[in-house]
């Protein structure tokens, strides 16, 4: 069955400083893979897309890496800021339509000043 | 360019109603995707359509039902509401099927169902 798993569940750090999210995934055929950004209320965002030959991927001040092999991916938040707090979802795709997308249930971050 | 729409934003239902949300999807895609958020499950797929037609659709009872018009705005169905169906439903939409396009997600309808 395929899944996307991430940890921590949740997490709390403080304003500054840097952290990692991890998502393990089993899903096969692999295609790409994702991560969203949720605002509390709002729909999701993209972060990052990277396909099996990308190793990592960065946009502001989030990077993505992923490693194919073990199926592992990491988003690293570098000097958070309080409008980082927002859940942060893995999504994994094998490639083709829209229902082979299997999402994690998100990383939860809190951003204290 | 404006972004993908829904509404209404919020609902309330009782038991056994029905409820109708929609979507507007961002102008010139054609694919809509319906999810269902809920804080122990996550995201869970809903349906998904393109030109109109259904092309996919999740594991969700018959009394989830939607459909596209020919500008690409799409609704989703809900009858005989339960309690276990108050969640955000969200609608994505994208420039065709192909995954690797980027989904732009709605802000959400949120149902609650007393």
């Known amino acids: 069955k395929n899944q996307v798993e991430q940890s921590p569940q949740s997490l709390i750090i403080l304003e500054g400083k840097n952290c990692t999210l991890q998502c393990n995934y089993t899903v096969s055929p692999f295609s790409n893979l994702r991560w969203y950004k949720q605002d509390t209320g709002r729909g999701p965002v993209s972060l990052t897309i990277?396909?099996?030959?990308?190793n990592t991927k960065s946009n502001g001040r989030y990077t993505a890496t992923l490693d194919a092999d073990t199926k592992q991916s990491s988003l690293h938040i570098t000097a958070s800021q309080l409008s980082d707090s927002a859940s942060y979802i893995c999504v994994v795709s094998p490639g083709g339509s829209g229902d082979k997308l299997t999402f994690g249930t998100g990383t939860r971050l809190a951003v204290r000043p | 360019k404006a972004g993908v729409t829904q509404t209404p934003r919020y609902l309330i239902k009782t038991r056994g109603q029905q409820v109708t949300l929609s979507c507007s999807p961002i102008?010139?895609?054609?694919?809509v995707s319906w999810y269902q958020q809920t804080p122990g499950q996550g995201l869970q797929f809903l349906f998904e359509?393109?030109?109109?037609?259904?092309?996919n659709k999740g594991n969700f009872p018959g009394r989830f039902s939607g459909r596209q018009f020919s500008n690409s705005r799409s609704e989703m169905n809900v009858s005989t509401l339960e309690l276990g169906d108050s969640a955000l439903y969200l609608c994505a939409s994208s420039r065709d099927r192909d995954t690797y396009n980027e989904q732009f997600f709605g802000p959400g309808t949120r149902l609650t169902v007393l």
């Open positions: 359509y393109f030109s109109e037609t259904q092309r």
């Open positions: 990277m396909t099996f030959s990308e």
């Open positions: 102008s010139g895609h054609r694919s």
